[in-house]
């Protein structure tokens, strides 16, 4: 193999790791994170059901997604315009408002970490990491800072749960049981779940990361599927554990409280668990999720600016991102200290926008061939993904009055 051919393949192979890495560490942010506390507080080993399906939609999500955007080398909003004209711009304005909204949901679940880590006031906590995601993406060399902490923040959180989940000692036979026959179904909650790990900003995070690499085309298409599907795995796993943790907690009868203004469910389990390490444990991890998913939700929304103005150069790009983290930082200071309710409504809101998207991107995969260049789409990943938009409107109509209660307690 020539020289050249080793530095494709590794380059390849790195935008391949990054985009895995960027789609996980989105996936489980802080908003996942408390989410899984709070409704495993209140529905017990039945959540299991809800992760099962949040896994399921993902895989039918991504594979498609990732198809799509890689075949076409374009832009999720770009591929809508030319699919339904006009209904790219629905969908950037959509994915950018969710990602704001998700945005300083993670700017206040970094606060949380850092106040479970240090005991650092909240507020100081989501505004330092914010910052230091601005001074990322004002480096000359962000997109290899990008990738690079993206990775190694995915390990730290990946192996600190793992620790917890085994210290806590969950019910694993129930928790198999009810993954599959629950005892009850809330689709309010699998909604916000799903929004949560694949809905809003978070359905493109990876494809254009791919993008942005360059690993796009007919002769990529089999690294990008194995890579979507390792991407899938990594996240189903990681939210199972974590589940697993916090249903340890909950099944040994500590009360976790969802209730309050300052409330942070998760925080309590890791308490619970390991004490005062626990909690530092939980900081590490929250702090590290919710970094890498403020990175996440604004590389990724600012994406999208592009329908609007095609010919913005990158470094402009990095600008507008800085300027997208610094709005959602001053919306943070601004609001008040609810955080953990911000963070079960922005999941809730994503899962709304998810349905949007994905009907256009199945059109595409059913009667748009030649935005991929003539590449006759698999029937069985359309059959799929026109069942999981159908679930996923659904459960979106269902799930629109109980999503926004939860704005009651912002």
């Not at 017990?44 to 939609?57: D, E, H, V």
């Not at 005062?276 to 900081?283: D, E, K, P, W």
């Not at 402009?316 to 919306?331: E, W």
């Not at 953990?340 to 949007?356: K, Q």
Request: proline share 3%.
């Amino acid at each position: 193999m020539t020289q050249t051919a080793k530095d494709f393949t590794k380059a390849r192979r790195s935008s391949l790791i990054a985009a895995i890495f960027m789609m996980a560490t989105s996936a489980i942010g802080p908003g996942f994170i408390t989410q899984t506390a709070t409704f495993t507080a209140k529905m017990g080993a039945a959540f299991a059901f809800g992760i099962l399906a949040s896994i399921l939609i993902d895989f039918v999500v991504q594979l498609n997604i990732w198809r799509i955007v890689t075949l076409t080398r374009m832009r999720a909003a770009d591929v809508a315009n030319k699919a339904i004209p006009g209904s790219g711009y629905l969908l950037a304005v959509l994915v950018i408002f969710g990602g704001v909204v998700f945005n300083v949901g993670n700017i206040a679940g970094a606060g949380l970490g850092l106040n479970a880590l240090m005991g650092l006031d909240p507020k100081w906590g989501g505004a330092l990491s914010a910052l230091l995601a601005i001074g990322i993406f004002m480096s000359r060399r962000a997109g290899l800072a990008v990738d690079r902490m993206i990775v190694v923040l995915g390990l730290v959180m990946i192996g600190m749960t793992l620790f917890v989940a085994f210290a806590s000692n969950p019910p694993l036979g129930q928790a198999l049981y009810q993954t599959v026959l629950p005892d009850t179904v809330d689709f309010a909650i699998i909604t916000t779940i799903v929004g949560g790990t694949v809905g809003g900003y978070i359905t493109y995070a990876g494809a254009h990361r791919l993008l942005d690499r360059g690993t796009t085309g007919i002769e990529n298409l089999q690294a990008v599927n194995k890579a979507a599907l390792s991407g899938i795995m990594v996240t189903g796993l990681m939210r199972y554990i974590l589940f697993l943790a916090i249903l340890g907690v909950v099944a040994s009868g500590v009360a976790i409280d969802t209730s309050g203004q300052g409330a942070n469910p998760a925080a309590q389990a890791f308490q619970a668990t390991a004490g005062q390490f626990g909690l530092r444990i939980f900081g590490l991890i929250l702090w590290a999720a919710a970094i890498t998913s403020v990175i996440g939700a604004a590389y990724t929304s600012i994406s999208f600016i592009t329908v609007f103005s095609p010919d913005i150069t990158e470094r402009a790009r990095n600008h507008a991102t800085t300027v997208f983290i610094a709005v959602s930082l001053l919306i943070y200071v601004l609001m008040g200290t609810a955080p953990a309710a911000l963070l079960l409504f922005a999941g809730g809101f994503n899962g709304l926008i998810l349905p949007i998207g994905l009907s256009i991107f199945i059109y595409v995969g059913w009667r748009r061939s030649d935005l991929m260049g003539g590449y006759h789409y698999p029937r069985w990943l359309l059959v799929l993904g026109a069942l999981t938009c159908l679930l996923t409107w659904y459960m979106a109509i269902k799930s629109i009055g109980p999503i926004f209660a939860f704005l009651k307690i912002v």
